[in-house]
């Protein structure tokens, strides 16, 4: 285990191939456990062991984590096939402009100015540079956005939702109307209570008592009762908000209830 995430096995694609070969022609990497922050901004350093059985060739990590020579990480990721036109010594002239630490710069200034300084550089047209910077925001953005989600029990199923509704401003929205946005990206009720907790918003807040009272309705027809009525839509909303929830033994008043259905 290492900085709070565990790898436990990868099944190579093309088990046939030499090792070395397949990794490079693997296109999906699954892994079991919570994912680190690193792994959406740095590259990894992996250990493990291979192992091979009738269904093909394993590989087994014993640890991950972020490589320390960011200057060759970066200049293999400038010269990549994400950059049309980069090469390596391209990268390392845009390294020798904006620092060894690649992944860090678009988040010195805006974006604006970064993709200003990179088209400084001779050999990097615009459209490079808006596209290098661009990657390098919108990973960080996705690294903010899930470490955020997960707090609160979220994964990274809902950040990406959250962003591709709401871009930069999704987790300023989430947060000021957590009972709207977080059902929509497939929150539970709890995280919406946390999350409204921790901004303020109170038990009694119109929109948790509509979002109850919605669900209320959603599992009443479920059950097959179409038309609940409103002693069984008081009840489940006051049992939901009191025992199952952020904010134990708080209760809605029935007219509040009522006058909302």
Do not use: M
Not at 210 to 232: C, M
């Amino acid at each position: 285990e290492t900085n709070g995430f565990k790898i436990i096995k990868v099944r190579l694609t093309d088990p046939s191939k030499d090792i070395l070969d397949a990794f490079d022609n693997c296109l999906t990497i699954s892994a079991k456990g919570i994912i680190s922050d690193s792994l959406f901004v740095y590259p990894l350093k992996f250990v493990g062991t291979i192992s091979e059985d009738k269904f093909g060739k394993t590989l087994s990590f014993c640890s991950a984590e972020p490589t320390l020579d960011l200057r060759d990480e970066s200049i293999e990721f400038l010269s990549s096939n994400l950059f049309y036109g980069v090469s390596v010594k391209l990268a390392e002239n845009i390294l020798d402009t904006v620092g060894e630490d690649i992944f860090d710069f678009p988040f010195k200034q805006t974006k604006e100015e970064s993709i200003e300084i990179l088209c400084s550089i001779k050999g990097i047209g615009k459209k490079v540079a808006e596209n290098i910077v661009n990657v390098l925001f919108d990973s960080q953005l996705s690294k903010i956005t899930f470490d955020y989600i997960a707090k609160y029990g979220g994964t990274f199923t809902n950040s990406e939702k959250l962003l591709n509704l709401y871009g930069e401003n999704a987790i300023e929205r989430l947060n000021q109307n957590p009972y709207k946005i977080g059902p929509e990206v497939g929150l539970s009720f709890l995280s919406c209570d946390r999350i409204a907790q921790d901004n303020g918003i109170q038990y009694n807040d119109p929109e948790r008592l509509q979002y109850l009272i919605k669900r209320a309705f959603t599992e009443d027809w479920v059950n097959g009762n179409s038309h609940p009525d409103i002693n069984t839509i008081i009840s489940y909303v006051n049992d939901y908000s009191a025992k199952r929830s952020a904010f134990p033994d708080k209760c809605f008043e029935e007219k509040d209830i009522i006058r909302r259905c």
